[in-house]
């Protein structure tokens, strides 16, 4: 896991760009992992300034997954919270994708005993996920696997923990109107992706981000998990990366990266 603390969330949103542009650059079809949140709206805003002016690769060929999405949204597909309408509206309208190149699960009630199998098969169609954009719970939960989640788990049902949908409730207008299960790719899943690019700011995520990074691999901390896999970007605001221990160490190795390693 390479921790990199940066000065700002507008730093990290350029790093963040430059890593996913560098992909699509190499390859023109690759398959992109959008997440939902906050925390990747700097990122995603700094991905369309660029594109606007014609800075950015051509995302005619890509294909995207989302890592989530809600059950028991009103009209799921045209609901303004739900991760589909989400993704369109903060990044994949702006880049020029269109809806087609955009997966997410399935919430359709009729066919929800399904949606896991059929969206892990929509994956593996599409080779897999080259970069996946990643945020973290309060509670250290990595797209909605909240703790207690099977670190080996796939795309399924969960039911989100009242912290999750306290958190959740400012884009709705209360706890009580967040929907109270989601479809999650599982932790299982997103190990699969080659690399994984997790962005983390403010004060709220330091302890989440010190559990996961220093603290043991356990279902307690789902994002622990990322300790086993092998390409993990961490990318760190000053506040969220306040309690890290080797907080010295990452900024030495980072300060004295070699130029041609790229993240
Ligand atoms: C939701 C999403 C996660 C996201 C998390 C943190 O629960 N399912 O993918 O990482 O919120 O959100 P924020 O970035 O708004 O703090």
Request: with cysteine.
């Amino acid at each position: 896991m390479e921790v990199v603390p940066l000065g700002s969330a507008a730093e990290i949103a350029a790093v963040a760009a430059d890593v996913v542009e560098a992909v699509v650059r190499r390859k023109p079809a690759a398959v992109l992992g959008l997440a939902t949140g906050s925390t990747p709206l700097p990122a995603y805003r700094e991905l369309i300034r660029r594109h606007e002016a014609g800075l950015g690769p051509s995302y005619a060929a890509v294909t995207c997954f989302n890592l989530d999405e809600y059950v028991g949204l009103p009209e799921p597909e045209i609901h303004e919270q739900s991760y589909r309408a989400t993704i369109a509206r903060e990044l994949t309208d702006g880049l020029g994708i269109r809806p087609d190149q955009v997966n997410g699960p399935d919430p359709s009630p009729d066919s929800l005993p399904t949606a896991g199998e059929r969206y892990e098969a929509l994956i593996a169609r599409a080779g897999g996920v080259d970069v996946q954009f990643l945020g973290i719970g309060s509670d250290g939960h990595l797209a909605f696997n909240e703790p207690g989640s099977s670190l080996a788990s796939r795309t399924r049902i969960k039911t989100l923990t009242a912290q999750t949908r306290k958190d959740n409730a400012r884009f709705f207008g209360s706890p009580d109107e967040v929907p109270s299960h989601v479809l999650t790719q599982g932790l299982g899943t997103i190990l699969e992706a080659r690399h994984l690019l997790l962005i983390a700011t403010g004060e709220g995520k330091a302890d989440a981000v010190a559990a996961f990074a220093e603290g043991p691999v356990t279902a307690s901390c789902p994002a622990s998990v990322l300790q086993l896999h092998p390409h993990v970007t961490v990318l760190l605001d000053p506040a969220a990366a306040a309690g890290l221990n080797r907080l010295a160490y990452y900024r030495e190795v980072y300060a004295a990266k070699p130029a041609w390693q790229g993240l």
